[in-house]
């Protein structure tokens, strides 16, 4: 069985681009036993991936090198099965290959069960996907936000940051979004709820978040780092904290927090996570988000990009932050729903 495959061709000079990937056809794999053969229906493309590439690795992953195929978390559909688990036509969410039809073990997927199977492909890649349970996992179990709070979300635009703001929201706390454009201003205030947003090509960080929370703040959720970092742990009241979830900043306060003996002074709280650690809390997860789904309490948000050839160019729109919510790729003739 024919299939098509994205590799990496080239390690990039600094900024990863579109010209550092290329489309092959390939053979499709065959399942072997407990195993079962999938057609790639949406695939949701991750940031962090690119630390990996020229890396020997991070804790999400190995690291990639020319010639080799990365992998992101998707919407599949079974089309052969060596496992029990498993029937031609079932529909699962897994992490695949960046290819066309790809083979999985069948313990690695989770079924899309009838309880969700009417939602959109994309929900499962978004609010109910990786992003979501990252946004999740962050805000509600290490952050435990709690209503009348003051949170401030950077990345607020993104796949996990689009997502937290509405958690948060649906928490009861006010929310600021800091983002990076007009545009996205407009989509965390008028489409998400946040109560406010600044745009951080505004000027200084410090600067917009005083303009935007003048009182303080009570929650920092940083997606970025850098100066925003800084920023957020000047404004934080006494007895605040931070959550680190992603720290993406590049080139000017990539170095920072430089004022970290604010977490003394402020006797503020500043805590990591991976989302990995934290299987457990999937029932739960998707129980919550899943009824805030049905009541129309929090959305999926994504940009789509459809076919496999399509695919360099949407990660490079994913890095460059000119993409809204997660950056998913429909792999079918279909498009996205």
């Known amino acids: 069985m024919k299939s098509q495959e994205i ?41 962090g991936l690119a630390s990996r590439i020229g890396s020997e690795g991070t804790a999400y992953g190995p690291g990639i090198g020319v010639g080799d195929t990365p992998a992101s978390d998707a919407v599949v ?20 290959h960046w290819r066309s039809i790809d083979v999985c073990d069948a313990g690695d997927l989770r079924r899309i069960g009838a309880e969700t199977e009417d939602l959109a492909w994309e929900d499962h890649l978004t609010i109910l996907g990786h ?14 936000v709690q209503a009348g709070e003051d949170v401030y979300i950077t990345g607020a635009g993104g796949g996990v940051g689009s997502c937290a703001v509405q958690f948060a929201k649906a928490r009861g706390a006010r929310v600021i979004g800091c983002v990076g454009s007009t545009e996205k ?6 489409t998400l709820g946040a109560d406010a947003a600044v745009n951080r090509h505004d000027g200084p960080a410090l600067d917009l978040l005083r303009q935007a ?13 850098g100066d925003q970092l800084e920023a957020a742990l000047e404004m934080l009241r006494h007895g605040g904290r931070v959550v ?9 306060g990539a170095g920072a927090p430089r004022n970290y003996t604010r977490l003394i002074y402020g ?50 729109s994913l890095l460059a932050g000119t993409s809204e919510g997660r950056v998913i790729v429909s792999m079918d003739e279909a498009g996205l729903s």
């Not at 559909?77 to 695949?96: F, M, Q």
């Not at 992003?131 to 435990?144: D, E, K, L, P, R």
Request: net charge negative; with cysteine.
């Open 213 to 225: 929370a003048p009182d303080g703040i009570d929650l920092y959720y940083d997606n970025v780092g």
């Open 131 to 144: 992003v979501g349970f990252t946004a999740y996992t962050g805000m509600i179990h290490v952050a435990q």
């Open 244 to 252: 680190i979830c992603g720290a993406v900043a590049k080139g000017t």
């Open 77 to 96: 559909e079974v089309i052969e099965s060596a496992s029990d688990a498993y029937a031609v036509g079932d529909l699962a969410v897994g992490k695949v």
């Open 185 to 190: 201003v407009e989509l965390v205030t008028r």
């Open 7 to 47: 590799q990496l061709t080239a390690l990039p000079d600094s900024t990863v681009t579109a010209a550092n990937f290329g489309v092959f056809d390939a053979e499709a794999p065959e399942p072997g036993p407990g195993q079962v053969l999938v057609a790639v229906r949406r695939l949701g493309l991750n940031a």
């Open 267 to 316: 006797e503020l709280t500043m805590r990591g996570f991976t989302v990995t650690e934290h299987e457990d809390l999937r029932p739960q997860f998707e129980a919550e988000v899943g009824q805030w789904v049905r009541e129309g309490t929090v959305r999926g948000i994504h940009t789509g990009f459809t076919g496999i050839e399509s695919l360099p160019r949407a990660f490079e």
